[in-house]
């Protein structure tokens, strides 16, 4: 299994670019399921759970090839609907071919998803969307059955606990472009992965409008056709690889990112006392000392992310004084914070909350990653301490980042991959 090892207390300074993001590609790869055409996406990060998608695809009869960070698809064979268990397990986003299944097929089978480290993880509002269509949709021997003859438009509101969500939005609303009339998801997620999946349907002939607001109305249409299409760049890559500056006290420029997608981001680490200057399509922090504490709760679109909440967590143990995290999306995802506490850090837990005693260093230590942000946030403690970390369970880093030990040497810091036990 491999690890990272990383020399901590190099100061990271240089250029790097930004990939296209894994959340707004994988939703786009399950809406190519509704094309009667050949769909070509560029941008597509190199990842796992891309390349999990795609053996998803191939299990639901498409052709798909992926070259240079291009994915082609094409739809061959309409009789194979079912979205097993092992690849639910390895990647809930699987879910997200449900709605396409049932628009374009009638029907689907689709491996019922369990809870993740980082929380319970429901279903029921992907449940609402597609029942409100139509679907009849039962539960047997752990697999959600859903059919339908065809579907027809609604009025819904898709408003859960915790806010809108992401991916039961991108359910409903692909499953919606091929409904007979009209529908409306009220409480949309306004996430920009949700309006790239709008422009992507937009391309393919689908009627939405609302795009990038709470309320999404889409003209149900016959059919949709083939695309190509660029993936956004990923703002959370582009955050966590901001941080690495914040933390290491270094200066990064960031190229092939979108600034306005992450304006709260930036607007937290300005108040933090850093240095930022944004362009068009590049960002530049200059980590200053010292870092200012802060006090958030991480919220949907257009608020601080829930993916940049660990992250950001490593970086705060820095800072001069006492911050406070709550987690407003997943209230336990705080499975980093022993970890980070085996570093020196000093968070202390209360329900979904986390205060952050600033500290002038962190000291390496051997951790271990339990999912893909958590992972991220080690290693950049890792960047800042003093002496060696190894990071463990690395295989949930590969899920989400391109190559970050690539991408992080290329700014000068002191970190390999490495196959060997090292003991931990
Ligand atoms: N929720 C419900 N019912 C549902 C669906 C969600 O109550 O039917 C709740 C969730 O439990 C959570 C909140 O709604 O409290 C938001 O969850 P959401 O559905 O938006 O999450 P998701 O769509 O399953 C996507 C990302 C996550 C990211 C969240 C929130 C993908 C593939 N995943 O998940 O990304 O944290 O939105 O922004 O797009 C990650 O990349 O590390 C990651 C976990």
């Not at 929380?119 to 269509?133: F, V």
């Amino acid at each position: 299994m491999d690890h990272m090892r990383i020399e901590g207390g190099v100061v990271l300074r240089g250029q790097v670019a930004v990939s296209g993001a894994k959340n707004a590609a994988l939703p786009l790869l399950a809406a190519s399921l509704l094309s009667q055409g050949s769909c070509r996406l560029l941008n597509v990060p190199d990842l796992v759970d891309i390349r999990t998608m795609i053996q998803l695809l191939h299990a639901l009869g498409s052709d798909v090839s992926f070259e240079n960070h291009t994915i082609v698809t094409q739809v061959r064979d309409e009789s194979h609907n079912e979205s097993s268990y092992d690849l639910v397990q390895r990647m809930r986003a699987s879910i997200c071919v449900l709605g396409p299944l049932l628009a374009k097929r009638g029907q689907a089978r689709v491996s019922f998803p369990g809870g993740c480290v980082i929380g319970p993880r429901p279903i029921d509002l992907h449940l609402k969307g597609l029942r409100a269509l139509g679907a009849q949709i039962d539960i047997r021997e752990g697999y959600l059955e859903a059919s339908c003859s065809k579907l027809v438009g609604a009025e819904m509101d898709l408003q859960g606990l915790f806010g809108s969500s992401v991916l039961a939005t991108a359910n409903t609303l692909m499953a919606a472009t091929l409904a007979l009339g009209t529908t409306v998801i009220h409480s949309a997620a306004r996430e920009p992965e949700i309006i790239d999946l709008c422009h992507f349907l937009q391309g393919m002939g689908a009627k939405v409008s609302g795009v990038g607001t709470d309320v999404l109305e889409i003209e149900g249409v016959s059919s949709l056709q083939g695309y190509e299409y660029c993936v956004i760049t990923d703002r959370i890559e582009a955050g966590t690889l901001l941080l690495a500056a914040v933390i290491t006290e270094g200066d990064v420029t960031l190229t092939n990112v979108a600034p306005s997608h992450m304006m709260a981001f930036l607007d937290v680490v300005s108040s933090m006392g850093q240095d930022v200057a944004v362009d068009d399509q590049s960002i530049r922090v200059r980590g200053r000392r010292p870092i200012q504490p802060i006090d958030l709760k991480t919220k949907p679109y257009p608020q601080f992310p829930t993916d940049l909440q660990a992250q950001l967590m490593s970086t705060l143990c820095l800072a001069q004084g006492y911050s406070r995290i709550e987690e407003g999306i997943y209230p336990g995802r705080f499975m980093h914070v022993p970890e980070l506490n085996r570093m020196g850090a000093q968070i202390t837990l209360s329900g979904s909350q986390a205060v952050i005693q600033g500290l002038v260093r962190l000291k390496g230590a051997q951790v271990m990653s339990s999912d893909l942000r958590a992972s991220a946030a080690l290693v950049l403690a890792g960047l800042a301490a003093k002496g060696t970390s190894y990071v463990s369970r690395i295989y949930h880093l590969d899920r989400g980042y391109e190559q970050l030990e690539v991408k992080l040497r290329q700014l000068g810091a002191c970190i390999e991959r490495v196959s060997e036990n090292v003991g931990v």
